[in-house]
């Protein structure tokens, strides 16, 4: 441990002498002090000086952008996130992360910047949700404007858990739909059916039948899902609901494997439902097996067809 330390002291004092000017030294050898910079980081990170080493990775994805090497510098940066993220410093690891994404898609290399962003929303999600969330998002984006939706599942997978967690139904919802769309272009087909049947089930959760059957109405539009056993398992679990009776709606989810195949946090939802008035939520629906979504009524108690 001392001879790691020692070693660690050693390297940094000789690459900080590299980069700072003095009476003797008017050109900064960033070429030389950025790999002493990494060792020290490494050293100080192994012997637990934490501080210490968050400080060499910083440092040296300064002397990696010196040095006109972007991905070098993300790979720092992310390094210099991991050890603020072992430290408690949400702030920094957002900012650690935010830039070692950025950097990497400077590079033209957006696959690598999705995976940095999604590493640095993981790590925040507990201290900082709503950093975690825009982190996905961001993830989210790059992936799909550099059209590699075929390797964009497992963030949004991890999106979507993040946002239910934090009981964000209608944004669930949205990343639920994005994730539908992405997994057509990709030919996911499997996936992408679950997706909206995720998000009837997430709307349901919520206690908004309304918003869930037009979501449902909506992906009938879209073929793969409209032939689906999802699809199928949607429309028993709204017949179930029309019935107004909980056993119907548990019974119906309990012997379906549709509901069990779900992504982990959206199954988990399913096993709770029904959640909310459930004559209410009967009644959005048409109620008695009316199969159908309830018009609205104007305050002169006639139906609204506008």
Same mark, same amino acid.
């Given at each position: 441990?001392?001879?790691?330390?020692?070693? &660690?002291?050693? %390297?940094?004092?000789?690459?900080?002498?590299?980069?700072?000017?003095?009476?003797?030294?008017?050109?900064?050898?960033?070429?030389? +002090?950025?790999?002493?910079? $990494?060792? !020290? *980081?490494?050293?100080?990170?192994?012997?637990?000086?934490?501080?210490?080493?968050?400080e060499?990775?910083?440092? +040296?994805?300064?002397?990696?952008?010196?040095?006109?090497?972007?991905?070098?510098?993300?790979? !720092?940066?992310?390094?210099?996130g991991?050890?603020a993220a072992?430290?408690? %410093?949400?702030?920094?690891?957002?900012?650690?992360?935010?830039?070692? =994404?950025?950097?990497? &898609?400077?590079?033209?290399?957006?696959?690598a &910047?999705?995976?940095?962003?999604?590493?640095?929303?993981? &790590?925040?999600?507990?201290q900082?949700?709503?950093a975690?969330?825009?982190? #996905?998002?961001?993830?989210?984006?790059?992936?799909? /404007?550099?059209?590699?939706?075929?390797?964009?599942?497992?963030?949004?997978?991890?999106?979507?858990?993040?946002?239910?967690?934090?009981?964000?139904?209608?944004? +669930?919802?949205?990343m639920?739909?994005?994730?539908a769309?992405?997994?057509?272009?990709?030919?996911?087909?499997?996936?992408?059916c679950?997706? #909206?049947? *995720? !998000?009837?089930?997430?709307?349901?959760y919520?206690?908004?039948?309304?918003? =869930?059957?037009?979501?449902?109405?909506? =992906?009938?539009?879209?073929?793969?899902?409209?032939?689906?056993?999802?699809?199928? !398992?949607? /429309?028993? %679990?709204?017949?179930a #609901?029309?019935s *107004?009776?909980?056993? +119907?709606?548990?019974?119906?989810i309990?012997?379906?494997?549709?509901?069990?195949?779900?992504?982990?946090?959206?199954?988990?939802?399913?096993?709770?439902?029904?959640?909310?008035?459930?004559?209410?939520?009967?009644?959005?629906?048409?109620?008695?097996?009316?199969? *159908? %979504?309830?018009?609205?009524?104007?305050?002169?108690?006639? $139906?609204?067809?506008?």
């Amino acid at each position: 441990m001392g001879d790691r330390l020692g070693e &660690a002291e050693r %390297l940094w004092k000789e690459a900080t002498k590299l980069t700072t000017p003095g009476l003797l030294r008017w050109s900064l050898d960033w070429e030389q +002090a950025t790999p002493m910079f $990494e060792r !020290a *980081g490494q050293l100080f990170r192994q012997a637990g000086a934490n501080a210490r080493a968050k400080e060499c990775y910083e440092r +040296a994805a300064v002397g990696q952008e010196r040095q006109k090497s972007g991905w070098h510098a993300a790979k !720092a940066m992310e390094k210099a996130g991991e050890v603020a993220a072992a430290m408690g %410093l949400w702030e920094e690891v957002e900012q650690h992360y935010s830039r070692a =994404a950025e950097l990497f &898609a400077e590079e033209g290399r957006p696959t690598a &910047a999705a995976e940095a962003a999604a590493r640095g929303a993981r &790590a925040l999600e507990e201290q900082r949700p709503e950093a975690s969330t825009l982190m #996905y998002r961001r993830a989210v984006e790059w992936l799909e /404007d550099a059209g590699k939706d075929a390797l964009a599942g497992d963030v949004f997978r991890q999106a979507i858990a993040q946002l239910l967690r934090a009981e964000k139904w209608a944004d +669930a919802v949205s990343m639920l739909l994005r994730f539908a769309a992405s997994c057509d272009g990709a030919g996911a087909r499997n996936s992408q059916c679950k997706a #909206y049947l *995720g !998000a009837v089930v997430v709307w349901l959760y919520a206690g908004k039948a309304n918003d =869930a059957w037009i979501t449902y109405q909506d =992906a009938l539009a879209v073929e793969t899902f409209s032939s689906s056993d999802e699809a199928f !398992a949607a /429309d028993a %679990l709204f017949d179930a #609901y029309r019935s *107004g009776e909980a056993a +119907a709606i548990q019974g119906t989810i309990k012997h379906s494997p549709v509901f069990t195949n779900l992504d982990n946090q959206v199954a988990r939802l399913a096993r709770k439902l029904p959640q909310g008035d459930l004559a209410v939520l009967a009644a959005q629906l048409g109620g008695g097996g009316g199969g *159908g %979504l309830e018009l609205p009524v104007n305050e002169e108690g006639e $139906e609204d067809l506008t």
